[in-house]
């Protein structure tokens, strides 16, 4: 169960990395303007917010990476993997309560963290 929880924390952790990558390192660029439905003037205005907010997730793919790579220090482990990706669970539903037509992206962004939490809750309970 915990390795499960491991695999899952590792893909939220690069979903989250590659979100990082759109908003803070290619957010006016057309194919990011897509992803996120902005025109070139909305991107051109909000590109200092999506900087910012794009460290938010590298912050947190990096929390939850830490979280999987002191594995073998579970209290710490543990304590980074519940941190990170409970932010990231949390992240998504704030997307969704601010605007019902992201809940996909919602759901993409937390469905792996939430797919790891419930493996560690698991893993802790056998």
Known sequence: ?????????????????YI?????LRWERP?????????????????????N????????????GAGVVLFWWPVVSNTLLIVGLGSMVLAALV????????ARAALVQGM????ALAFLGASALS
């Open 53 to 64: 907010q794009g460290f938010y997730n590298l912050f947190l793919a990096l929390t939850a």
């Open 1 to 17: 169960m915990r390795l499960v929880a491991l695999v899952f924390a590792v893909l939220a952790a690069l979903m989250h990395l």
């Open 20 to 24: 990082f990558w759109m908003e803070s």
């Open 95 to 102: 997307l969704i309560t601010n605007d019902r037509r992201m």
């Open 112 to 115: 792996f963290p939430a797919l």
């Open 31 to 51: 194919e990011t303007r897509k992803v996120f439905g902005t025109s070139p003037e909305q991107a051109a205005t909000t590109r200092r917010l999506a900087y």
